[in-house]
């Protein structure tokens, strides 16, 4: 196998332009793959196919355990970046092909579910890795809001994945996340709905500053949670239901209310 970096030689890794089985020299057998494979595949005279035989199938299945070592190999080595997880079989179109139907690329497309289910192999905000069982996904701007204990409170699991897998940004890396791994994606809306008196008691009032500011910024959200209590004076959080007017009032000039909370 063999990974591309980028031509400055920084630690990003960049899809192939080719997708070319290599047998020594390249064939004309389309791996649907965005990194090289090379290896002792049994072709046809012309060299235009793989026959789906044996010898082949055993050969196919060690280069794909080979590849699982390989991206043991990368994260041991910091290379296991959202940019690097970017360029892995995860949608069954690959260079605006359907590959759902090629045996070749599907055993890598399993293999990558394998392998991020069975590690600790996700990069996290923090730096870290995590596997995918503990894992929150971030839908906008949420990862100063809460921190792993926040998060275990509230969602029932710690970690935020790194803020560079966007749906901006890595497409195709979120929408396999979410529908092969099971990761949870937590937005704004997330938040209002899962907090309570007792979690906002513990928060600071730097915190609700931050909070009230991104409220700001989805106020259509937050009215549909206007019988919660999201408000804090200098003194105690407002706990008496039926407050309605009062929180939709400051969410309505949230910015000139927040000045009062420093």
Wanted: hydrophobic content about 35%; glycine content about 4%.
């Amino acid at each position: 196998l063999a990974y591309k970096y980028d031509r400055d030689g920084h630690a990003i890794i960049e899809e192939s332009h080719s997708s070319k089985l290599v047998v020594f020299f390249p064939t004309e057998r389309d791996t649907f793959l965005k990194f090289k494979i090379n290896g002792p595949y049994r072709t046809t005279p012309t060299r235009e196919n793989v026959p789906k035989n044996s010898d082949n199938l055993s050969i196919l299945k060690q280069t794909v355990e080979f590849y699982k070592k390989s991206l043991a190999v990368i994260k041991g080595i910091g290379l296991m970046t959202p940019q690097f997880i970017n360029i892995l079989p995860m949608r069954m179109f690959s260079f605006g092909q359907y590959a759902g139907n090629d045996e070749f690329y599907c055993s890598f497309y399993n293999a990558t579910i394998e392998f991020f289910k069975e590690n600790k192999a996700l990069p996290t905000e923090d730096g870290d890795f995590e596997s995918a069982d503990n894992v929150l996904l971030a839908r906008g701007p949420m990862t100063d809001l809460t921190n792993e204990e926040d998060n275990q409170i509230l969602f029932g699991k710690k970690k935020w994945l790194s803020v560079e897998i966007t749906r901006d940004k890595t497409p195709d890396v979120v929408d396999f996340l979410i529908k092969q791994l099971s990761v949870r994606e937590v937005d704004f809306e997330s938040l209002l709905t899962n907090v309570n008196s007792t979690f906002l008691d513990n928060k600071s009032q730097d915190w609700f500053k931050l909070f009230y500011n991104r409220g700001n910024n989805n106020v259509t959200t937050v009215k549909k949670y206007l019988t919660k209590t999201f408000i804090k004076d200098s003194y105690a959080c407002i706990k008496e239901r039926g407050v309605e007017r009062a929180i939709e009032k400051v969410y309505k000039n949230l910015r000139k209310i927040t000045n009062n909370f420093k």
